[in-house]
């Protein structure tokens, strides 16, 4: 069983920033792939970046490539997005995601376990 705790969504203008965090509770040798989504209302979940413990590339949606930049601490079990540039089509509710292996799928069936979320609103 894996426990994701995102952190650090909240409410910024357009052109703005924010970091989220997302901590994994289980510490495992396992590979893994560490992913965030993004669902606003109406709409289906979409996926926004992913990387792998393995240190192959991440990977990045390209609505959000250029302004958005995942990253990881292995030591802490936590993957981060840095956000930049924000603009208002950005707001939604964005997940953390984890799977076991290397591979960084975009679908969100693949992955097995979710965080509750956290809010991020991109408004003046």
């Known amino acids: 069983q894996v426990q994701l705790v995102e952190s650090g969504g909240g409410l910024v203008q357009p052109g703005g920033s924010l970091r989220l965090s997302c901590a994994a509770s289980a510490r495992t040798l396992r590979t893994y792939t560490m992913g965030w989504f993004r669902q606003a209302p109406g709409k289906e979940r979409e996926f926004v970046a992913a990387i792998s413990r393995n240190n192959n590339p991440p990977k990045h949606a390209d609505s959000v490539k250029g302004r958005f930049t995942i990253s990881k601490d292995d030591a802490k079990n936590t993957v981060y997005l840095q956000m930049n540039s924000l603009k208002p089509e950005d707001t939604a509710i964005y997940y953390c995601?984890?799977?076991?292996?290397?591979?960084?799928?975009?679908?969100?069936?693949?992955?097995?376990?979710w965080g509750q979320g956290t809010q991020v609103t991109v408004s003046s």
């Open positions: 995601a984890w799977r076991e292996g290397n591979l960084t799928p975009v679908t969100p069936s693949r992955y097995e376990y």
